[in-house]
């Protein structure tokens, strides 16, 4: 006997089960495919039959080897293949190939049919000719001049023709056909398989057809496998399957198949199965569910839409009060009030952890809090499509949610349990291709509510997950239908919330989250954040051109430049000139503070006299500029300061207060507009002339810091000293001298630069400036951000996005980790985010946050399934189950990470895992983590020989 | 022959192009009869289900010939009177179960909106009726089920949620759009039996589009063969396939594969049937 061609042995399938998302661990798996032993020989037709989720497909797609069996062996002409990499299936590519389902979606639009066909002879790394073509085109019946024709202007059936050329260009031994006859009429079909029976002989072609009909199966097909839920029922040629079925499935398929001739019994004829198909629906409810009864809540974005929905739904429900929070109060005038029920509006702006915490405290009787606050750019908030909108999104969105759930747990849990809706928004920024438009935040909100859901569930806090789908509201008009009523979403919501279902989940969502998940969530990250980054690279290239107007009191106009932080908003600092106008120097300087998070702006000082004025260092240079100062009017200029600072302070993305900092003759405005101007703070270097303006010193009406230099011509020691005597010792002024310096010395590429007093005076300007405008760096966001990307999405990119540039990260007890981006990203990728067990958690205990610092205490529990390379690297894994004290010190440069210290007690994971004998040895295993959740249990039993040496002593 | 119950005349319909969608269609259907409608796609089926609901695509215009629903004039009638009619004489069951209902709706909400509007019934009372009506069609986890959005319900469960929508109001008239197409093959023959039960004891007419002859000659009294949009034969289900008398349909039956034949080649249809039969209907 010859040997087949193809054969697969105990061949098994297992893909991640998208439906099921974790956060912590690997997903787990449904098995596709189980046990298949599969041959096929030279020149067989063989047919793979089944219905919908037989695993027929998924069969096919394994014997071409687009997808890699999880168990058994596959060979293919005595080679096994198995395992090979892509590269290594390539040789083998030219003699395998495939015609798929539906030509319509796998032939390129674009491209004309000859493009199509040319197509494998790439694989050989030749050039088809046109008389190739036009070869192939006759094999499938088609005229030669179709080559120029585009797919669109072919019939379905011509389509399929084409499928089938281009599958056999190569001449290939095997194909493989997945149901390529469905969709067709049956005359078309006829021509198909006619076609194919022909090519078959002609080529002596090995043929694998996959399809769901019987009984084309059974015109084509010499050999036939029968396939049920992925595994194969029976085999055998096909005469004998049809004739002679042993299986009892078998029969049921033939049997339900109608044949067109009456057949007044047929339909009553009992199915040899088990009768109707299953019609179960799988139980929803998870929990005892909420009691709604004299319940307090809390709704966000409580104005309109379905927000104001759950107000009037919640009244019939018999909830004692409501508050409706939202972002403008004013926004509440037509909000209809329902009887019965307390209604107390509350502003509340969930990007601003601020106003979030002040609600918290201000709603203390909360038990129910549903978050449906949401922007997206639709509803013309945002009129700008760029990363700063997609920002916004985000932190209103998902950030916003996450961080109401935070504040609000707590509260929820004093008032003795309750509940949470989360109502998952729609991000239209965060567009992703492969995601579809509405899916990308779904999926990572709906992740959120899952980690939040686990986290709150022993505290008595119901966590439902709502995604109510295109909802016919204002903003969802952009939306095709079906749409639902408001009001239903609403209902719905809360149906579940009572009856203790947690996920209120419909279709079109369903669908769009399962597409998102079915991605791999390193690409999804890689895009989202490719498409959240990319309007600051655009503003990066065209900085030079970004300028704000500023229009001045006395009717003028004139220009500033603008630099703003990476995500949009910040506070504002005026940056004033030095002689020269806005040059390098100056724009240097305020892309620099824009990094450190304000909206820095230039203005052009000089506009009275000469606009856009950019000077350089130069001999020549510096002449006009002295010129231009001459003339300069500090009054108008101070006017000018004002205007732009009004102006800035009127920007929707200039957040808090605005200050000035000055250089030169930049130093005394910056002095003057402390004492003449709106600023909040005001920062000068080695200004010039301010001793003249002393009188006006009294008028100083915001925080001043100066910096001298000690060889400063501009400033010689009499003026230094009449300055210092009238400012020192004042309550809010500081005066830094920098002895041995000359005048500029903070200008890179000035004769008088030096980097070490720059260093200081820089730290000193910022101290000054954090102090009045901050911005303060929310850094507990920045860490959840951190662990979002490290557990949740586990794309390391992302994760190491959230950090500087060379950070480190150290596990004390095993030091293991990674210094530097590459070696902490090998780490990273390989041996932590994929590399924890299953059931792997973290019950947070305290976190303590600093001005540069966030301090995290909590118990790492887990099953020891699996070695874990960065906490017990080396050890098989033991199956016990561990809980230990964990605790992570995490260090911040500006908003990103810059290193983590995490430590916890190696002894007692030892203890616990059994590779410790705790006898004699002062380690306490598992209790270390039960005391530190119950401090009342026993102390001091390791020490209880010295212990009791010091009973009775007096205390 | 009793009093039809859908009468069509002499129908007529082109489109936005002005090219013919239907030709001089007759057809008549009986109370209580199955009537099957075949062709390939193309042939004109689902415009006459459709013209039959009065819901035709706006492309589409009738152009002569009358259809008569119970005496009642539905050419050309006016949107209340469809409104009364629909659901409640006339019913759909449509193709693709899953486009057909709301995806962000629940069952219950959809099943009750026409007991709610068109029966008068209350929340409570269209939700015990919609219980009722999935038992009917075989659906024993009424709760779950109408708490339950379409994506978790099977292909063929769905199906049988709009078969129990159909038959909701007791219709005299059914119109069912290759209802089992979508399906696998031993669920199509559970929904196939599911409609004739319940065709039988509602005494339900059903207008059956198919382009399936075996589904055809499984459920359906009478048929009507179609051909670019005009009627080639129209029989009896046994006299269709004992003795098919026009070239067209013989050759549609011949290119059908059956696994009890398989010696048979199969035949696509020929040029010369085509062209004959065109020559036919324009004549």
């Not at chain 1, 399962?514 to 309007?535: C, F, R, V």
């Not at chain 1, 305290?846 to 050890?875: K, N, Q, Y």
């Not at chain 2, 959005?149 to 159909?166: D, F």
């Not at chain 2, 031993?186 to 005494?203: F, G, S």
Request: glycine content about 8%; proline content about 5%; overall charge negative.
């Amino acid at each position: 006997m010859t040997a087949p061609l193809i054969a697969a042995e105990g061949l098994g399938l297992s893909l991640p089960d998208l439906t099921q998302p974790r956060l912590f661990a690997p997903r787990p798996t449904i098995q596709i495919l189980d046990g298949i032993d599969f041959e096929m020989f030279k020149g067989e037709t063989v047919g793979i039959v089944g219905e919908s989720g037989s695993g027929k497909t998924s069969l096919g797609r394994c014997l071409v080897r687009l997808y890699e069996p999880t168990v058994g062996k596959l060979s293919f002409d005595g080679t096994d293949i198995t395992h090979d990499s892509r590269e290594a299936m390539r040789p083998l590519r030219r003699r395998m190939q495939m015609i798929f389902q539906d030509p319509q979606s796998s032939l390129n639009p674009r491209q004309k049919i000859r493009r199509i066909l040319e197509a494998p002879f790439d694989l050989l790394g030749t050039r088809a000719t046109q008389a190739q073509i036009s070869e192939l085109l006759a094999k499938v019946d088609l005229p030669a001049h179709f080559a120029e024709r585009y797919p669109h202007e072919l019939s379905g059936g011509q389509r399929q023709r084409v499928g089938i050329a281009r599958a056999i260009a190569l001449e290939p031994d095997f194909v493989l056909a997945d149901e390529i006859v469905s969709g067709l009429d049956v005359s078309t079909q006829a021509q198909i398989l006619d076609l194919l029976r022909g090519l078959k002989r002609d080529l002596g072609l090995s043929l694998a057809f996959i399809s769901h009909d019987l009984s084309v199966i059974r015109h084509i097909c010499d050999r036939v496998y029968v396939m049920k839920g992925g595994k194969v029922v029976e085999e055998g040629r096909s005469a004998r399957i049809f004739d002679a079925p042993t299986s009892a499935y078998t029969s049921e398929l033939i049997n339900a198949i109608p044949l067109p001739e009456p057949d007044e019994d047929w339909l009553e004829r009992p199915d040899m199965g088990s009768g109707d198909e299953d019609c179960k629906v799988k139980e929803k409810r998870e929990t005892k569910g909420m009691n709604l009864s004299g319940a307090v809540a809390l709704v966000t974005g409580a104005n309109r839409g379905i927000g104001s929905c759950f107000v009037e739904e919640l009244a019939t429900r018999g909830v004692s009060k409501v508050y409706v929070a939202v972002r403008d109060l004013d926004s509440l005038k037509d909000l209809r009030e329902p009887n019965g029920v307390d209604i107390v509006p509350l502003t509340l702006d969930v990007t601003k952890p601020s106003h979030i915490s002040a609600a918290a405290k201000a709603a203390s009787d909360v038990t129910l809090l549903i978050n449906n606050a949401g922007v997206n750019c639709m509803d013309r908030l945002l009129d700008a499509s760029d990363g700063d909108a997609a920002k916004l999104e985000m932190d209103t969105n998902y950030y916003g949610m996450v961080n109401m759930c935070r504040a609000f747990s707590p509260v929820i849990a004093d008032n003795g349990g309750g509940g949470i809706i989360n109502m998952l928004s729609i991000l239209a920024q965060v567009n992703l291709p492969i995601m579809g438009s509405l899916s990308a935040s779904k999926a990572a909100a709906y992740s959120a509510t899952q980690a939040i859901r686990a986290e709150l569930a022993d505290k008595g806090i119901e966590v439902v997950a709502v995604m109510p789908g295109a909802v016919d509201t204002d903003m969802s008009k952009d939306f095709s239908p079906p749409k639902m009523p408001p009001e239903e979403v609403a209902t719905d919501a809360l149906d579940g919330l009572e009856e203790g279902e947690w996920e209120v989940f419909p279709g079109e969502m369903a669908k769009g989250l399962k597409a998102g998940l079915s991605n791999d969530p390193m690409e999804i990250q890689k895009q989202m954040m490719a498409s959240l980054t990319s309007a600051p690279k655009t503003k990066g290239s065209t900085r030079r051109m970004k300028y704000l107007t500023v229009d001045t009191a006395d009717g003028g106009q004139f220009q500033a430049y603008i630099a703003r932080p990476e995500n949009g908003s910040g506070p504002g600092l005026v940056l004033l000139q030095e002689i020269f106008g806005i040059n390098d120097y100056m724009m240097d300087m305020a892309d620099h503070f824009a990094e450190e998070g304000y909206v820095a702006v230039v203005p052009d000082l000089f506009w009275r006299q000469e606009e856009d004025v950019n000077l350089g260092y130069s001999e020549e240079d510096f002449q006009k500029a002295f010129a231009l100062y001459q003339e300069f009017d500090v009054d108008k200029a101070m006017n000018d300061i004002q205007d732009t600072i009004t102006t800035l302070r009127d920007q929707r993305f200039v957040k808090g207060k605005v200050g000035t900092i000055g250089y030169c003759l930049g130093g005394l405005l910056a002095y003057l507009s402390a004492t003449r101007t709106t600023a909040d703070v005001a920062v000068g270097y080695y200004a010039v002339g301010v001793q003249d303006y002393l009188k006006e010193a009294k008028k100083i009406s915001c925080p001043l810091t100066l910096h001298f230099a000690g060889e400063d011509q501009f400033c010689p020691p009499e003026a230094r000293e009449a300055i210092y005597k009238q400012l020192e010792g004042k309550k809010d002024i500081s005066l830094y001298l920098y002895e041995g310096q000359d005048h500029a010395f903070a200008t890179p590429g000035r004769d008088h630069f030096d980097k070490p007093s720059t260093l200081m005076a820089y730290s000193r300007s910022l101290a000054t400036l954090r102090n009045v405008l901050g911005p303060v760096y929310d850094l507990e966001h920045l860490w959840d951000m951190h662990c979002y990307h490290e557990f949740a999405t586990r794309d390391v990119d992302a994760t190491m996005d959230t950090m500087v540039s060379e950070p480190y990260v150290n596990h004390i007890p095993t030091m293991t980790g990674g210094v530097g981006h590459d070696h902490l990203k090998r780490f990273y990728k390989y041996h932590f985010v994929d590399s924890n067990p299953e059931d792997t958690k973290l019950i947070p205990i305290s976190r303590t946050i600093g001005a540069d610092r966030l301090v995290d205490e909590m118990v790492f529990c887990f099953t020891h399934t699996r070695e874990i390379d960065w906490m017990l690297p080396g050890i098989e894994p033991t199956g016990k189950y561990v809980e230990v004290p964990l605790v992570a010190i995490v260090n911040f440069r500006g908003d990103k990470l810059y290193h983590e210290h995490i430590y916890w007690d190696q002894a007692s994971v030892l203890v616990q895992i059994g590779k410790i004998d705790e006898d004699g040895l002062p380690v306490a295993g598992g209790d270390t983590a039960k005391k530190l959740l119950d401090e009342t249990r026993p102390s001091n039993e390791l020490m209880a020989q010295n212990w009791k040496t010091s009973e009775g002593k007096p205390l | 022959m009793r009093r039809p119950l859908l009468d069509i005349e002499g129908l007529s319909a082109q489109n936005a192009a002005g090219q013919p969608v239907l030709r001089r269609v007759s057809l008549m259907m009986g109370p209580g009869e199955v009537h099957g409608l075949v062709g390939q796609s193309g042939a004109g089926k689902t415009s006459i289900a459709k013209a039959s609901l009065g819901i035709l695509p706006r492309a589409v215009t009738l152009t002569s010939g009358s259809i008569r629903f119970d005496g009642l004039e539905l050419a050309g009638a006016d949107k209340s009177t469809l409104d009364t009619l629909l659901g409640a004489d006339i019913a759909l069951i449509p193709q693709d179960p899953l486009t057909a209902l709301n995806p962000s709706r629940r069952i219950g909400a959809q099943l009750t909106d026409a007991l709610r509007l068109k029966a008068g019934l209350s929340r409570q009372a269209a939700l015990a009726k919609a219980a009722s009506l999935l038992e009917e069609v075989h659906l024993t986890d009424t709760v779950r089920i109408l708490r339950a959005y379409p994506h978790e319900l099977s292909g063929g469960m769905r199906q049988r949620v709009l078969i129990a929508s159909a038959f909701a109001l007791n219709p005299r008239l059914i119109i069912a759009d290759e209802p089992t197409s979508a399906l696998d093959v031993t669920v199509q023959k559970q929904i196939l039996r599911l409609i004739r039960r319940l065709q039988r004891d509602h005494e339900t007419a059903v207008l059956f589009v198919t382009h399936d002859l075996g589904v055809v000659a499984q459920i359906c009294d009478d048929v009507t063969v179609l051909f670019a949009g005009a009627v080639v034969e129209q029989t009896t289900v046994q006299s269709l396939f004992s003795q098919p008398v026009h070239a067209y349909t013989r050759a549609l039956i011949a290119a059908n594969p059956r696994y009890d034949q398989p010696g048979a080649s199969l035949r696509p249809i020929s040029e010369e049937v085509i062209e004959a039969t065109l020559k036919g209907i324009s004549a």
